[in-house]
Structures are given as structure tokens and as C-alpha cells.
T-cell receptor, first 113, second 113 residues
Framework: EDKVVQSPLSLVVHEGDTVTLNCSYE??????LLWYKQEKKAPTFLFML????IEKKSGRLSSILDKKELFSILNITATQTGDSAIYLC?????????????FGRGTQLTVWP | DGGITQSPKYLFRKEGQNVTLSCEQN?????MYWYRQDPGQGLRLIYY???????QKGDIAEGYSVSREKKESFPLTVTSAQKNPTAFYLC????????????FGSGTRLTVV
């Protein structure tokens, strides 16, 4: 059973739209949640979230964590074609092997011009 | 510049052959990981190593083997026992198993012909 569930799995929007990507998780001893962007090769780090209710922001991207409801969202405003990628959510379980991340299946975002 | 180098970028294998994927890091990270990524799937953990001469199976270790003779190197061998080896393979490393500073290589795409 998946420990990290992302939705939607696929999303197609037009430039300028705002999108919200979801990530819910179920781990025994939560330590942190991470968001990555993967275009064709290595995932690149976006955010690490450890505390509930504190928004992390970087340009048009922002993310927030709700540890009570066990989910996180990643928002992208004013989308651009360069935002087209797979967005991966991962959770670091304190009870697991140190450094072992559990990944969701990813959301494939396509932004049309 | 510090980072993780995976080679080759593309690899073709005939059925029944073993192949070895290289992963080298100069980040002085203790922990290293191998993940497999299939279309529509998240990253699934194959093997991980926290220190030299020690490694542990991940979720999908069958048909794979690894070694950790040096801190910098964590090669993955895909054996003929792996029934469906065609996939994208990612190597990663982290500082003492921390999720912060988790770094990915650029991946190797393996195709069985």
C-alpha cells in the first residue's frame, strides 16, 4: 500500500492558469515532506516542509503542510510552459532507515502555450 | 563542483546479460541509494547503504546487487534474474542519512533489447 499518494496523476492547463497539486501521506513517525520537480533527468529540490501551517514560497511556487490532516499542497501561479514536468512528493519517515524517502507516483503537469 | 555522476546515460542490454550502472559522488555523503522509476510510478527503492561495506535491500531488490567498497562509489548490477529491467535508474546520496541535502544523479536509462 502506498505511503504517499499524489493527485491528480496528470494535469493539463494553459499558460497563466494556477494549479494545485496534492500529496497525502501515511507514515508512522513523520520527519519531513519534500517536493521535487523532475523534467527529464534528476529530480530537483523545491521545498522541504517540517512544520504545519508555515508556507514556503519561491517565486510562483508555494507549498504548505498540514500535519494533522497528513497532507501537503504545492501551488503554482501564473503557470508557464517551463513548469511542465513531473512533480514528486516524498516523505521522510523518522522510523525508517535514515534518509530513506517514500515517494508518491508524481503529478505530470503539462502547460500549453 | 560537488555532485553525483551516473554513467552511462543510456544503456542497452540483451536478455540474459548482467550490466553494471555506475554511481560516483564527491559530496562526502555517507548514505547512498538506488531508485528505479517506471512510467506512472514514483521512485522505488532498490538498495541503500549508510556506510562503507554495508548495504541493505530496499523494496524491490530482487534481481539486483550492489557493493560499497568506497565511500564515493555505489555501483548497481542488474542481473539476468531481473525479469523486467527496462527502466530509469536514479542514484542518490545524503549527509548521514538526512533528507536535507538529498542529491540525485542524472540517471541511467536501461533498455533491454
Amino acid at each position: 500500500e502506498d505511503k504517499v499518494v499524489q493527485s491528480p496523476l496528470s494535469l493539463v492547463v494553459h499558460e497563466g492558469d494556477t494549479v494545485t497539486l496534492n500529496c497525502s501521506y501515511e507514515v508512522t513517525n513523520f520527519r519531513s515532506l519534500l517536493w521535487y520537480k523532475q523534467e527529464k533527468k534528476a529530480p530537483t529540490f523545491l521545498f522541504m516542509l517540517t512544520s504545519s501551517g508555515i508556507e514556503k514560497k519561491s517565486g510562483r511556487l508555494s507549498s504548505i503542510l498540514d500535519k494533522k490532516e497528513l497532507f501537503s499542497i504545492l501551488n503554482i501561479t501564473a503557470t508557464q510552459t517551463g513548469d511542465s514536468a513531473i512533480y514528486l512528493c516524498a516523505v521522510h519517515d523518522r522510523g525508517s532507515t535514515l534518509g530513506r524517502l517514500y515517494f508518491g507516483r508524481g503529478t505530470q503537469l503539462t502547460v500549453w502555450p | 563542483d560537488g555532485g553525483i555522476t551516473q554513467s552511462p546515460k543510456y544503456l542497452f542490454r540483451k536478455e540474459g546479460q548482467n550490466v553494471t550502472l555506475s554511481c560516483e559522488q564527491n559530496l562526502n555523503h555517507d548514505a547512498m541509494y538506488w531508485y528505479r522509476q517506471d512510467p506512472g510510478q514514483g521512485l522505488r527503492l532498490i538498495y541503500y547503504s549508510q556506510i562503507v561495506n554495508d548495504f541493505q535491500k530496499g523494496d524491490i531488490a530482487e534481481g539486483y546487487s550492489v557493493s560499497r567498497e568506497k565511500k564515493e562509489s555505489f555501483p548497481l548490477t542488474v542481473t539476468s534474474a531481473q525479469k523486467n529491467p527496462t527502466a530509469f535508474y536514479l542514484c542518490a546520496s545524503s549527509i548521514g542519512g538526512s533528507a536535507y541535502g538529498y542529491t540525485f544523479g542524472s540517471g541511467t536509462r536501461l533498455t533491454v533489447v
